[in-house]
């Protein structure tokens, strides 16, 4: 017991790094996600074969090697520099979830009925209208479970951020175990501990939205 009031503060030192990567890998990982998925429908060729090429990069590789991409590789090849370890830890991660969000963006929109376009249709409705009014707000409530699911995977993926020397939740659970050995059970499991409980928030929300996501589709 006295170890774990011990090692307790120390892991709680991490927690603004983990909460704050978090917040803004989601907040991008949305916005790119939305981007990439309209862009994939899009009427022009440049924009669809562009994005499809993002989402099938960042899907079809590590998260970790895109991590040190964007931290060391980048940097050193051609001079670019996303300002600190923050930066290039949120990026990361918004853009490889992004890239799997933007197939639910996607595939949400052409999952509502054909019947409720055309009916917008005959209300002589712009096309600018019928996805703003009709079809957007309904492919919204398909695609929240799943958005809800992904926040609870990048609340995870932080603790990836550790490797660039970021100082997170796992950060000091490393250094605390590489002090000693001995204590590495009880801190291992304090970061789980840790984890589950800032899960625990998203879990609620993500059920929530699985139940708002049941209602106000239109299936024919």
């Known amino acids: 017991m006295n170890t774990i009031i011990e090692i307790f503060p120390d892991l709680a030192k991490g927690l603004t790094i983990t909460i704050t990567v978090l917040i803004g890998a989601a907040f991008f990982g949305y916005l790119f996600a939305f981007i990439a998925g309209l862009c994939r429908m899009s009427s022009n060729v ?28 980048i940097p050193m090849l051609f001079g670019i520099e996303l300002g600190s370890n923050w930066w290039a830890g949120v990026i990361a991660i918004a853009l490889n979830y992004g890239a799997y969000m933007s197939e639910i963006v996607r595939g949400s929109i052409l999952a509502v009925a054909n019947g409720q376009s055309e009916a917008a249709t005959a209300l002589n409705m712009s096309r600018f209208q019928r996805m703003r009014l009709v079809i957007f707000p309904q492919a919204i409530r398909m695609m929240l479970p799943e958005f809800g699911n992904y926040s609870i995977q990048m609340l995870k993926a932080t603790s990836l951020v550790s490797l660039i020397g970021m100082e997170d939740i796992l950060y000091h659970g490393n250094i605390i175990r590489s002090t000693n050995l001995s204590q590495a059970p009880t801190v291992y499991l304090l970061v789980l501990l840790f984890y589950f409980i800032l899960a625990l928030p998203l879990i609620f929300l993500t059920r929530k939205m699985e139940a708002f996501s049941k209602k106000g589709v239109a299936s024919g």
């Open 46 to 73: 440049f924009l669809r074969k562009f994005t499809g090429f993002y989402v099938e990069i960042f899907r079809g590789t590590s998260l970790i090697v895109q991590l040190f991409w964007l931290y060391y590789a």
